[in-house]
């Protein structure tokens, strides 16, 4: 091997040597250094750690402070509370103390004012008991005083004790009855005269400040179509849509030779109004069949209730009484489609209503009364085409069930007379009722039936004999007779009147009252010459 590869391996492990160690050296060196960087960050990070501690300590000093504050705050809030919860239950029980001293005060006061009164009152009694004992004697003295006197006037008179009381009872007997008959009489006659010009003038002032519409009563209702090829629309294929009608509607469709018009019969004028309705509908709507007349018929049915309820309504508003039972208002409200002698009956009972009110308030008694009487008192004509017996007796019924009062419904029970009167209001609705179907114009009847009834009037007064001749006058009202004087006396004519009136309330049927006038006159003629 050559000196020069011996040098230059020499260099390369002198390198590889040196390089090592100054590794070593860099390693060792670094150690150190990172030592130091590390105890440097240690000891800040303590440093920190330290400062972090205290200002925590200071922080949590600081809190503990203010809590202690606060909670002495709230404990002295607390005690200042309840200091004054303690002073106001002080005073209140002062308060309480010193009414009770009070009351107890009151009530030893009291006691010996009812102690004084005690003794007062027996010193009272006493007296009394002595005083009565002296009211006796003095009693007793007069017992015998008056025994004496009865026999010494027995003995002058010659009558007994019970001869002379009868004596004298007789003769004022006598006397009052002449005295109370002169009274009677002249309270009669004060009470004739002056009674019926006040009721006249009543009567008259209530007339006229109440009137009501007149409407013609018909069991009947025509319904205008457009033309005559709705009939047979009406009819349908072999009648199925007239009977449909008839059968939902239950009246009698009468379809006749009338032009462009169709007729519907039926005594309920409820069902009539219900049918007039469909029929009016269902002409508008064109589409007629079983289907639809069902629909239109329901669709007017609700109508007519509808109507009904707010007839009811106004009518109660219309007299002023607004607390009737809904089955009253509905009930009243159908009378709005029943007619009496070409009245409405609606109308009817409101103008009732307002006279009974009008008269009541002239009389000065109870007004609610009198006008409810007259606004119910027709209420069972709504329902007299559904239900058996008289239209008054289906009133009281109904008014009953709906808890109307007693007096209400002695009003409608009596308004014709069927019990006797027990209320001057029931008078007084009744007094209404004949005013509102009597006066002029409030009712008329078919012209055929007046003639009759006229005819049959004067038919029964020349029945009777020794009549000579009848006048039907006041359109039917009144009838006079004119009776033979040869025949009838003066006590035959009163009794005439009455035979003749019996006879007409049995055989005749009329509104109101007719006046029965029985004339005797007899006429002496001579001749001056």
Known sequence: MSSLSILCNAAVTAGVVSGVLALIVGAIVGAIVYKIIANNKIGRSKTNAVKIIEEAYAEAKSIKKESILEAKEEAQKIRDDANEEARERRAEIQKQEERLDQREEYVTKKETIIDAKSEQLENDKLAL??????????????????AQ????LEKISG???KEAKDVLIE???EEAKKDAGNIVKKIEDEARENGE????????SAIQRCATDLSSEMTITTVALPNDEMKGRIIGREGRNIRSIESATGVELIVDDTPESITISSFDPVRREIARLSLEKLIV???????RIEEIVDKATKEVDNAIKEAGENACNEVGIYNLSPEIIKVLGRLKYRTSYGQNCLKHSIETSIIAGLIATELNVNVQVAKRGGLLHDLGKALDHEIEGTHVSIGVD?????????EVIHCIEAHHGDVPFNSIEAIIVQVADAISSSRPGARRESFETYIKRLQQLESICND????????????????????KPEQINDTDAMYLSKDIAKRIEDEMQYPGQIKVVVVRENRFTETAK
Do not use: C, W
């Open 159 to 161: 009558l007994t004790k």
């Open 398 to 406: 109904i008014a009953r069930k709906n808890k109307e009062s007693d």
């Open 149 to 152: 006197m009865l026999e010494r």
């Open 285 to 291: 709507d064109g589409r007629i069949h079983p289907g």
């Open 171 to 173: 003769s004022i007997t």
């Open 197 to 204: 010009k006040i009721a006249k003038d009543i009567v008259m």
């Open 464 to 483: 009777f004999k020794g009549v000579d001749k009848s006048y039907a006058i006041q359109a039917g009202r009144e009838v006079r007779i004119i009776v």
């Open 129 to 146: 008991e002595n005083e009565k004992n002296l009211l006796n004697e003095k009693i007793s003295q007069q017992e015998e005083i008056k």
